[in-house]
């Protein structure tokens, strides 16, 4: 029997001082974990091509190979690709592309909208990446909201929600008067979230005499004190890391995930505060769609306002409540979100895919 050979493709990767190089968080959570889980004879790496053989990887000792019955594509959107896909289809290969953010619906502030800007940048746009959705084999995305907008453009659309590998992360468990709230993310890609904290978190950390974390600053996207108001004497920052350190950033007790409510976040999947539960951080998100089925699953909490903010925190800095509620999330994270769970559903997106 012919084993079929699958390759994950990426344009997102990072360079590790010792010349190593990694995916980065998209692609680890939609490439190498589901690579993995579908357990298939896969590859992962950049992409190569020839008119011959259609799409193979650039593997990173410098070459490339080919023969691959199914290519998954991940945060590609250069102008030569369309005319790639044509010719690999037309070789035989089915081409699947996974679209895990709401590019078509990105806010202005989110620094990914400059960069994909069509008026901008001719070579990697957003106007690449819907002729790119339109004629792959199936899209596979993380969110229905996300299904209900591509599936405009391409009919064959599954929804494969995001997941995590609790090993990756460190439960933690530090037991302190002051609890530190903090929040995991860099600002530059972020639709206007922070400000959302400045109505309640300045007061609540000096009533309280509280610190805040944030953890994935980096410089030249701002500062976090800055965009959301509170005491630059109360913010404490640790750098950005690529994912083999990334669990390293989950240091504060109470995590928090700010977001703006507009179309690009009802989109968005619930990977931060999977991150948070695994890590043993009880945390709070705003009730958009997504965190709110995450709650109705045991999994962290939700506030829509204010005074819900200051409600929800306000029961989080007792330890006991921590940590109750975040061996609550841990539970029910390890039961219902992890790859084990996606592992059928990532193995049958690619059945699906070889059998059109």
Request: charged share 25%.
């Amino acid at each position: 029997m012919t084993t079929t050979r699958v390759a994950y493709l990426s344009g997102e990767w990072t360079n590790l001082p010792n010349g190593e190089v990694i995916p980065g968080g998209c692609t680890y959570y939609r490439c190498f974990l589901p690579m993995h889980a579908a357990r298939f004879d896969a590859v992962m790496g950049r992409p190569a091509w020839t008119s011959q053989y259609g799409f193979g990887v650039n593997e990173n000792n410098g070459k490339a190979t080919f023969g691959y019955k199914v290519v998954v594509l991940k945060q590609l959107m250069d102008r030569w690709i369309p005319h790639q896909i044509e010719v690999a289809q037309s070789l035989g290969q089915k081409i699947i592309v996974d679209v895990d953010d709401f590019y078509h619906g990105l806010h202005e502030s989110n620094s990914a909208y400059e960069k994909t800007d069509p008026a901008k940048n001719k070579v990697r746009n957003r106007d690449v990446y819907e002729q790119i959705i339109r004629s792959v084999d199936m899209v596979v995305v993380s969110t229905p909201t996300l299904q209900e907008f591509y599936g405009q453009w391409n009919p064959n659309i599954r929804v494969v929600r995001n997941s995590v590998y609790p090993s990756q992360f460190q439960r933690r468990q530090v037991k302190r008067d002051k609890p530190v709230i903090g929040w995991v993310g860099a600002l530059g890609y972020r639709s206007g979230d922070i400000e959302t904290l400045r109505e309640w978190l300045p007061d609540f950390l000096e009533d309280n005499d509280l610190t805040f974390q944030h953890s994935g600053h980096v410089p030249s996207q701002g500062d976090f004190a800055e965009v959301s108001g509170i005491n630059p004497q109360r913010l404490r920052t640790l750098p950005m890391q690529p994912m083999n350190r990334y669990h390293l950033l989950f240091q504060m007790d109470i995590g928090l995930v700010p977001l703006n409510d507009i179309p690009f976040n009802r989109a968005k999947s619930f990977i931060k505060g999977l991150e948070y539960a695994a890590s043993g951080i009880p945390f709070v998100a705003q009730a958009l769609p997504e965190y709110q089925l995450l709650a109705d699953d045991g999994v962290g909490l939700v506030a829509d306002s204010p005074d819900d903010w200051i409600r929800q925190i306000d029961g989080l800095l007792s330890y006991k409540t921590r940590k109750r509620q975040a061996a609550t999330s841990f539970r029910n994270v390890e039961q219902k979100h992890t790859i084990k769970q996606r592992e059928d559903e990532w193995r049958q997106v690619i059945l699906d895919a070889i059998s059109m």
